[in-house]
């Protein structure tokens, strides 16, 4: 099989019988080695670049049968996919390809039909079932299309200055996530407000004179609107400087793994998009002092200062696997006056 291309993997075991019983080995073909093919045309796909361009869908759906691509030779082949090539030009070598592969699976096929397990008739239903879920695709992606057009056409009116992309991080899909889960931005009175609704502040927990710190964050907000600051956030903190400097401050001084660190940053990043939308300008970057540099600079100076190394990084997932969440910190508190003066001791306590 390795001389036809295929990758091997030799794997050992010991009950082999219930292995060829569980995929429907019949006894005829039954030896002291099993192979187990993987799909019913191996190696067939991965000789198309694109796996879901239009010749690969059009290949599905009325070439699936190795047996009729090797009767009707590669010249055939070659024809029909040209034909439904419509990006690019289909080369004599990409249709070898396809037909070599096609001929290993129907030597590889020809076993199974030996002993009756899978013939002609067997393709022809594939076929069909495959060519239904490929009309289900389809519809849904013309849909899907249809939506994204709406989608653009309402952020352009809605958002016509286009500011929110100028933010690092920000593009054509967290835009419109932005603008549509934010609303109207003043009805948030201040940064702290926006947090909350965000959800990416810790949560609370208190019980009389005691009160839990370090807890995870609350998620109280859209999700969708995390998941947008979270991978908006994790590039902004690679091109804005005040970003990167929060990023490094939690990974190297305060021990906190990627996704720790990373809930800061979704914090400030958050506070940032607030601004741009309510002022209405485009984002600014700047470094640490409040100087507005360019994007050049900017990358410079993270690169120099807020770099991360890999060791770091290596040992904060080392520290995160050995801790693990069994500790969470507690602040006991008098019940005094709010004026008088408050002594606060703090403590571990484990979860049981």
């Known amino acids: 099989m390795e001389d036809n291309g295929y990758t091997v993997k030799v794997e050992d075991v010991n009950n082999l019988s219930a292995v060829k019983i569980e995929h429907n080995v019949p006894p005829q073909l039954q030896s002291c080695h099993t192979a187990i093919v993987d799909g019913y045309?191996?190696?067939?796909r991965r000789t198309f670049n694109d796996a879901w361009s239009s010749p690969v869908r059009a290949f599905l759906k009325s070439r699936l049968n190795p047996f009729i691509v090797v009767r009707d030779g590669e010249d055939a082949l070659h024809a029909f996919l040209s034909k439904n090539s419509y990006h690019s030009k289909w080369s004599k070598a990409q249709t070898r390809l396809v037909f070599l592969a096609c001929q290993s699976a129907a030597a590889v096929c020809k076993l199974s039909e030996s002993a009756g397990t899978v013939n002609e008739d067997f393709f022809m239903d594939l076929q069909d079932e495959i060519a239904r879920e490929l009309r289900v695709l389809e519809a849904d992606e013309i849909e899907s299309e249809a939506l994204a057009c709406r989608i653009v056409e309402l952020y352009q009116k809605l958002h016509s200055s286009d500011n929110l992309r100028t933010t690092p991080g920000v593009g054509e899909h967290a835009a419109?996530?932005?603008?549509a889960t934010v609303g109207d931005p003043a009805r948030f009175p201040n940064q702290s407000a926006f947090a909350n609704y965000e959800g990416v502040v810790p949560g609370a927990k208190q019980s009389s004179n005691v009160e839990a710190k370090g807890l995870r964050m609350t998620k109280a907000g859209p999700s969708i609107m995390r998941?947008?600051?979270?991978?908006?956030?994790?590039?902004?903190?690679?091109?804005?400087?005040?970003?990167?400097?929060?990023?490094?401050?939690?990974?190297?001084?305060?021990?906190?793994?990627?996704?720790?660190?990373m809930g800061a940053v979704m914090s400030h990043f958050g506070a940032r998009m607030l601004t741009v939308l309510k002022v209405d300008r485009p984002y600014e970057l700047r470094d640490i002092e409040g100087n507005p540099i360019s994007k050049e600079h900017a990358r410079k100076l993270i690169l120099s200062k807020y770099h991360v190394s890999e060791d770091i990084r290596r040992e904060r997932r080392r520290r995160n696997r050995k801790v693990g969440t069994d500790r969470e910190t507690a602040t006991y508190r008098t019940n005094e006056a709010v004026e008088a003066p408050q002594p606060v001791s703090v403590q571990a306590v484990s979860r049981k």
Do not use: C, S, T
């Open 41 to 44: 045309l191996p190696g067939v």
């Open 176 to 179: 419109p996530i932005f603008l």
């Open 227 to 261: 998941m947008a600051l979270y991978q908006a956030g994790d590039i902004g903190r690679r091109w804005d400087p005040q970003l990167a400097a929060v990023y490094y401050r939690e990974m190297v001084y305060h021990g906190k793994n990627h996704r720790q660190a």
